[in-house]
């Protein structure tokens, strides 16, 4: 089950999926389904906020080393043809992000985290109990899906980041439409939201959410 946004969003989004493949068959990178997945939407909803104008560019203090990764240049190369094909910039930050999508399929997990320091042991403690409270709630086990755990891991970094720091993004055009039509994905998003304010004393909103929905539909793609 994946969710589907309106045409607009979907035709973007098609052809920034022709690009990617053909940047990753040129360097002939190996990427996972589920890599492939989370790296589309990160890049969908990146085009979309430029498109937009609302996208917010994140910190580069965590991710500059990823510069010197053998994936890199084929990121830049990801980056620049959307820049072409849209008549947008993108912020540098964004051909890390997606050096560390291409990256999932070789560096899982412990090896990830520990070369790139990508998440702190309380965010790794926010997404195990987010998954228990997904199975104990909704009857769905994502323990078992390793590299969606790494594609989460991605996308929520920045997200977090945003909240910490008070810039959540307020102009999301999706977000009524995933909110009635895709309510298990919405819920889940829910649900990691109840597990953040736990730790961190803050709520992400509604527009925040709908992003975040978005990821879990990736989870449940059977």
Known sequence: MVIELDSQYENRKEIIEEIVKSMIEKHHIQVSESSF??????????????????????????????KEHE??????????????????????????????????????????????????????DIINETIQCIKEELDYDLRKKKEFYTGMTLHFYPALDRLQNDQQLTNNPLKDQIQSQHQTEYKCAQIFNSVVEKHYHKSFNEHE?????LHFGTAFKK
Not at 38 to 66: A, F, K
Not at 103 to 120: G, M, S
Not at 209 to 213: N, Q, V
């Open 37 to 66: 997945d989370n790296l589309i939407i990160h890049l969908s909803l990146c085009v979309s906020r430029e498109l937009n104008g609302t996208y917010i560019p994140t910190s580069e203090s965590q991710i500059n080393h990823l």
């Open 71 to 124: 994936y890199y240049p084929a990121a830049q190369e990801i980056i620049k043809n959307l820049e072409k094909q849209f008549d947008i910039t993108i912020d540098d930050n964004q051909t890390s992000y997606t050096t560390m999508y291409l990256a999932n399929i070789n560096l899982l997990d412990i090896d990830f985290n520990c070369e790139f320091d990508l998440c702190d042991d309380e965010m790794e």
């Open 209 to 213: 959410l709908a992003y975040i929905a």
